[in-house]
């Protein structure tokens, strides 16, 4: 199995930056799709980006695009979520997820198999 661990989440004002890191320590991913999801308290698990094994295909939620970028790293086994003008309505636990094989699309939670523990991001106004 890959286990799949979160890190960069914290407290930044609106207009502010982090990122986000995902990481399977002794484990590959890099013959999956990987994505970012979100949850904020009394919502759904809603979709935030994704990037297919090789990095040619990427997608984003209209909510993130032109603000968050998605990228891996094959070598080091590491995928990224570089968020920027993060607004309060980005205040969510952010969740790294792998790929399954049987995946139909690209934005469904059920279109992935392992997720991390998730990490806080709390933007503040």
């Known amino acids: 199995q890959v286990e799949l661990r979160e890190s960069g989440g914290g407290l930044v004002q609106a207009g502010g930056s982090l990122r986000l890191s995902c990481a399977a320590p002794?484990?590959?991913?890099?013959?999956?799709?990987m994505g970012w999801f979100r949850q904020a308290p009394g919502k759904e698990r809603e979709f935030v980006a994704v990037?297919?094994?090789?990095?040619?295909?990427?997608h984003y939620s209209d909510s993130v695009k032109g603000r968050f970028t998605i990228s891996r790293d094959n070598a080091a086994n590491l995928v990224a979520l570089q968020m920027n003008s993060l607004k309060p309505e980005d205040t969510a636990a952010y969740y790294c997820?792998?790929?399954?094989?049987?995946?139909?699309?690209?934005?469904?939670?059920?279109?992935?198999?392992?997720w991390g523990q998730g990490t806080q991001v709390t933007v503040s106004s």
């Open positions: 997820a792998k790929g399954s094989v049987h995946a139909r699309g690209w934005f469904s939670i059920y279109d992935y198999d392992r």
């Open positions: 002794g484990r590959t991913f890099r013959n999956y799709n």
């Open positions: 990037i297919n094994w090789s990095g040619s295909i990427i």
